[in-house]
């Protein structure tokens, strides 16, 4: 039960943390002047149950509390900084060695030697702060500024330095152009960041793709061969419980491959791939290759020494070790079949997902697969009622088929969004998913057919001519979108309605895609800033536009009260000149668009989901709440109004 509560308190704390950043620590600063020095010291007050690292922590620990200076004018710093408090050293099991935190209270005294006058120095604090469940915020900053005008100190924390606004090139000189990039404190949201429901969407979308896997004619006729080899080896009881250890062997080795895939990547790695090139690319030719195989264009095969080997290694075991190589000949054995369907699923976890997406959707996926076995294994006589397998698996795959063509073409629209190709618009898009999904309805129909379909002329069964219909349905249910209709169905896959290059008239808001620039125009008529912070591998976004953005009374209310802008965080198109700032105590080059408003919406509105809303008056000052996802365009004009 402790176990379960900490996953819920991690997971609360991480998204809200998604969606505006918490913070359990309140730091303020008091500085003391002598005739030679001046003395700095932050102090932290610490909610309770959370504390502070050292600012001194053991290679391979956690990270330190650190003070960074960015500007130092008329004092030096002497000598190291020190911690005033009650410290606590402890040894950690996660990491392995002696750790020394703080609690309750933590006071940081910096020395700054005079060396002429006026004197001004400003810099941040970066630290990362942990409860008693070991669920950690990372990443947090803390910004201060001193002046000290003849002869006095004057304390003003209450306006935070700009992080690395003495590199950003962004007008230094206009003091109202600084502020529009000066960190701001948001009125809390109670609505939930689109990534904290994405890892449940994986999950269930990993348990559908394994419910196909196990209808293909690799994994379905296994079905009744291993449950009737376990209860037939051994009593009924004992090959009950091997043929349900033989489906928990089967989550386990695709969870593992899961973890690995993130092991592999990394964190960063995996969102990075979201609006990548090359790999989005590589997604699109893997899955064309895919739907080729689906199609009997030629057979994805392990090589047979794999499976050899690991069969012969389950002979060779003995217990819950020759059930789990057993699970793993499965795995192997079925690759033709199962492989493009796992391949499919992890390109999507990890672009849309996070961290956890590939093992959430392996898990999803293995319980779907295992549960036939473990069925089969509690109640015996299933296996025996389980339809044959037959010509329908084929007819099948040949659909699996081209449902991978059609999420290869997400994958190339993606990259060709965001560095500007222009090689597929929103009607080429949709143009091609009319021609899959209308061949898909007529292959179900049988009116066409495939050499890997033999010569059987069989008519199409029931089921058959009632997919049929839906997919040629579904065909032409795009049509109008061709001509700028919304086609909310697909909204979240296809290119946004900016991309509609032969629509009658405007689809969306008018708008601008630069925030200075904006920014500007909103301060000249006098009018709020809408900013929207986007993406073009946000599949949410995309619906936000089609379903909220475009509808009429939205886009009126916008255009007569509203500066628009969409800033695209992942727009790989250079930047003009390389911007280098301070992130989080270290120096970044920011060398995209997409860099460039990412900095923006962490820095100034400490958030990083997409999409996200704010409304700021034409000073800059935000206004009201932020907006995540909704599809209720009500509320949405509630918020806008309000």
């Known amino acids: 039960m402790k176990r379960v509560a900490i996953l819920l308190l991690t997971a609360t704390l991480w998204l809200v943390a998604q969606c505006q950043i918490y913070n359990p620590v309140h730091w303020s600063c008091q500085t003391d002047s002598t005739d030679s020095e001046y003395i700095v010291r932050m102090t932290a007050t610490i909610d309770q149950g959370w504390h502070l690292y050292d600012i001194n922590t053991p290679e391979n620990g956690p990270s330190a509390t650190k003070i960074v200076y960015d500007k130092l004018s008329g004092v030096s710093i002497d000598g190291m900084p020190r911690v005033l408090g009650k410290a606590i050293t402890i040894y950690d099991d996660n990491f392995a060695m002696d750790l020394t935190y703080y609690e309750h209270s933590m006071t940081i005294e ?62 230094a000189s206009d003091t109202a152009e600084e502020d529009l990039w ?95 090139a090359f790999f989005n690319l590589l997604f699109f030719a893997l899955l064309i290759v895919f739907a080729l195989s689906f199609f009997g264009a030629f057979e994805l095969v392990l090589p047979s020494s794999w499976v050899n080997s690991i069969d012969s290694r389950a002979n ?105 190709w222009g090689l597929l618009s ?75 290059d032969f629509a009658p008239g405007k689809t969306t808001a008018q708008h601008y895609n630069d925030y200075d620039i904006a920014a500007q125009q909103a301060a ?6 809408l900013i929207d912070f986007s993406g073009y591998g946000c599949v949410n976004c995309r619906e936000m536009e089609s379903k909220v953005l475009n509808n ?6 916008i255009n007569d009260n509203f500066v628009f802008v969409t800033l695209m965080v992942d727009d790989r198109q250079a930047l003009a000149e390389p911007m ?29 989901a997409q999409p996200f809303y704010v409304i700021q008056d034409p000073k800059g000052n935000p206004t009201s709440k932020p907006m995540a996802f909704t599809t209720d365009v009500q509320k949405f004009i509630e918020w806008l109004t309000e």
């Open 110 to 171: 910096q020395r700054l030697k005079k060396t002429g006058e006026p004197a001004a120095f400003c810099g941040h604090i970066t630290y990362n702060v942990c409860n008693d469940e070991n669920s950690c915020l990372s990443n947090n900053r803390y910004d201060f500024s001193h002046n000290v005008i003849s002869g006095s100190v004057t304390d003003s924390d209450e306006t935070p330095v700009v992080e690395g606004l003495q590199l950003l090139d962004l007008g």
């Open 182 to 276: 000066s960190p701001v404190t948001l009125p809390a949201t109670d609505d939930i960041p689109v990534r904290g429901l994405s890892i449940w969407w994986i999950l269930l979308m990993g348990f559908a793709g394994g419910l196909l896997a196990l209808l293909t004619p690799c994994v379905w006729p296994m079905i009744p061969m291993t449950i009737s080899f376990f209860l037939h080896k051994n009593r009924e009881s004992n090959g009950r419980r091997d043929a349900l250890l033989y489906g928990l062997s089967i989550v386990i080795i695709y969870v593992v491959l899961g973890l690995l895939i993130t092991l592999l990547f990394g964190a960063s790695a995996l969102n990075n791939l979201a609006t990548n």
């Open 316 to 420: 060779n075991a003995a217990g819950f070790v020759s059930i789990l190589f057993m699970a793993f000949t499965l795995v192997l054995v079925s690759f033709s079949c199962t492989g493009p369907i796992i391949g499919t699923l992890l390109v999507e976890a990890a672009t849309d997902g996070g961290l956890l997406a590939p093992a959430m959707g392996m898990l999803g996926f293995s319980l779907a697969l295992s549960l036939p076995f473990s069925l089969c294994a509690l109640f015996p006589n299933i296996a025996g009622s389980l339809p044959k397998s037959g010509q329908w698996m084929q007819q099948l795959k040949v659909c699996l088929g081209f449902l991978e063509l059609a999420f290869a073409l997400k994958f190339f629209s993606v990259a060709d969004l965001a560095y500007g």
């Open 426 to 500: 929103r009607p080429m898009f949709l143009s091609l998913w009319f021609a899959i999904f209308l061949l898909m309805g007529l292959y179900l129909l049988r009116v066409i057919r495939l050499k890997s379909d033999g010569d059987g002329g069989e008519r199409p069964g029931t089921t058959g001519l009632m997919l049929g219909l839906l997919s040629i349905a579904f065909a032409i249910y795009l049509i109008p979108g061709l001509w700028g209709a919304p086609v909310n169905a697909v909204s979240a896959f296809a290119p946004p309605m900016t991309e509609q």
């Open 524 to 529: 000249q008529q006098g009018k709020k800033l």
């Open 552 to 557: 009429a009374q939205v886009k009126k209310i």
């Open 580 to 608: 280098t700032v301070m992130d989080n105590g270290k120096e970044l080059t920011l060398e995209t668009q997409g860099d460039k408003w990412s900095y923006l919406q962490r820095h100034r509105f400490g958030a990083n």
